[in-house]
């Protein structure tokens, strides 16, 4: 059975820090790996998706890694800013169709 | 192009009544996926329907049900409703093709009293 963890749970950083948000998984059978951002109470919005053939993804500000080989991504956000501040989910998907597990999430605040 | 839709986005019931949660995929999906997010807890998959017909279930009772329309909008059933079953219930939807890539709704937040 897949286990996706998520650390740290919950991270405080001041405006203008980069950072980095570590995603492991048990079994490194993956199709792809996306990272979610959730705001309170709303639903996720897609950030990135990373193909298990694929090493990283870059969007913006936010560049995403894969060694599906150790079960690890990361994902890097870079002059975080106060809008920054969500709940960062990763997944991992074993089929093109097949359903998402999720981690728990890190709680990210981005401070003035 | 609107994104997944979901209705509606808050409701309160109480133990022992039924809900119906309402899903439309973003045009074009014929995936729909659903999934609970409890208070404290990580989200949990409920449901898969795919062209109509329901593809993979979760650990979650028979009292969970659901179904896909033509037009490929779904809808979740919960019946005797539980206390535990308060929640953020999350519709995706997925294109075809080979990205695997869901798009998620703002979801349903259901208050059990």
């Known amino acids: 059975k897949q286990e996706v963890t998520q650390i740290p749970a919950a991270l405080s950083v001041p405006e203008g820090e980069n950072l980095v948000l570590n995603c492991s998984f048990t079994?490194?059978?993956?199709?792809?790996l996306q990272w979610f951002r959730q705001d309170p109470g709303k639903g996720l919005t897609s950030l990135l998706l990373?193909?298990?053939?694929?090493r990283e993804q870059t969007s913006g500000r936010l560049n995403a890694s894969l060694d599906k080989s150790s079960g690890r991504s990361t994902l890097y956000i870079a002059a975080s800013q106060p809008g920054d501040s969500a709940t960062y989910l990763c997944?991992?998907?074993?089929?093109?169709?097949?359903?998402?597990?999720f981690g728990t999430g890190t709680r990210l605040q981005v401070t003035l | 192009e609107a994104g997944v839709t979901q209705s509606p986005t808050h409701l309160i019931k109480t133990r022992g009544q039924q809900v119906t949660l309402r899903c439309s995929p973003i045009s074009g999906h014929t995936s729909v996926y659903w999934y609970q997010q409890a208070l404290g807890l990580g989200l949990q998959f409920l449901l898969w329907?795919?062209?109509?017909?329901?593809?993979n279930r979760g650990n979650f009772p028979p009292r969970f049900s659901g179904r896909q329309f033509p037009n490929y909008s779904s809808e979740l059933n919960v019946n005797a409703l539980e206390l535990e079953d308060s929640a953020l219930y999350l519709c995706?939807?997925?294109?075809?093709?080979?990205?695997?890539?869901?798009?998620f709704g703002e979801g349903s937040r259901l208050t059990v009293l």
């Open positions: 997944a991992v998907g074993r089929g093109t169709a097949s359903k998402l597990t």
């Open positions: 079994d490194s059978a993956i199709y792809n």
């Open positions: 990373i193909q298990s053939s694929q």
């Open positions: 329907y795919d062209e109509g017909e329901e593809r």
């Open positions: 995706a939807s997925l294109p075809l093709g080979p990205t695997g890539e869901l798009f």
